[in-house]
């Protein structure tokens, strides 16, 4: 099966994509396209679902990055001398990872949502990218801003070179939470009347909430490209665990430097 990709236009130096539930080996609220490990998915879907999505993209297994993430704020680097290591030291690295940096060509990294707002971040100028995972909890200790200081203190980008993607993720309309989210990110001191409404319980706009924080970091506002894609809405196509149970499969989005 060929898997099916949403590509964003960053650069025409760089691949990046978010995967779709089209094109994959694996079934039930896994299918069909899940490369996620540490969702409960059956290996032998899984690995065959990577085989087909490094086909697709033209990137060898091995250079396919992705953390297991743990809704922290952990930003790593992903250096050439990464790729010689060991599975066991690899995976001991990305534990507790929610996004990855790199200046490395012909690497994948990505990151896994199901609901969370993935972030992909391009450096025109020192071809570097990110890549971020920010759940509610990544979103409300801005980790999309600590990936952009992360990318200047390792490349020196400068803000006003960057491109981003916020990619699928769960809309204002359908992330309804508790008092106890909207009193965190209350207290992190978020102007709320600008990314959450009552309702019945409130709700809050993750997507804004990124794009607003990678503004305020200095991007240009016309280089933060926002999706717009609701995965609980459109749960036929993208994973959603809200939807779908935690037990169910992941989106990957990613990026390659050429």
Partial sequence: MKPQLTYYDISPDTTAFSTTRHGGHSTGNYAELNI???CGDNPEDIEKNLEALCREL????ERVIMP?????????????????????????????????????KDV????????????????YAHHAAA?????????AKRIACKAVK???????????????????????????????????FEAAGFNMADISRKEDKWHINLPECNRRQLAAMGLKEDNINVSGVCTYNNSN?????RKLGTESGRIFTGIILR
């Avoid at 990294?109 to 450096?123: E, H, Q, R």
């Avoid at 890549?131 to 979103?139: C, K, N, P």
Wanted: glycine letters at 12%; aromatic letters at 8%; a negative charge.
């Fill in 36 to 38: 996620n490990r540490y």
């Fill in 150 to 184: 992360m990318m200047e203190v390792s490349f020196g980008s400068r803000p006003e070179d960057l491109t981003a993607v916020i990619g699928p993720g769960i809309s204002i309309d359908a992330f309804e939470v508790g008092d106890e989210v909207y009193a965190e």
């Fill in 68 to 104: 297991h993430q743990t809704h922290g704020t952990e930003v790593m680097q992903i250096g050439a001398d990464f790729l010689s290591l060991s599975a066991t030291v690899k995976g001991m690295i990305l534990e507790g990872v929610d996004a990855l940096i790199t200046d490395v």
């Fill in 108 to 123: 994948c990294i990505g990151v896994s949502t199901a609901d969370c707002i993935p972030i992909l971040i391009y450096d």
């Fill in 237 to 241: 196509d993208y994973f959603s665990a």
């Fill in 131 to 139: 890549a971020v995972h920010a759940g509610w909890r990544g979103t």
């Fill in 58 to 61: 033209g990137v060898d297994k």
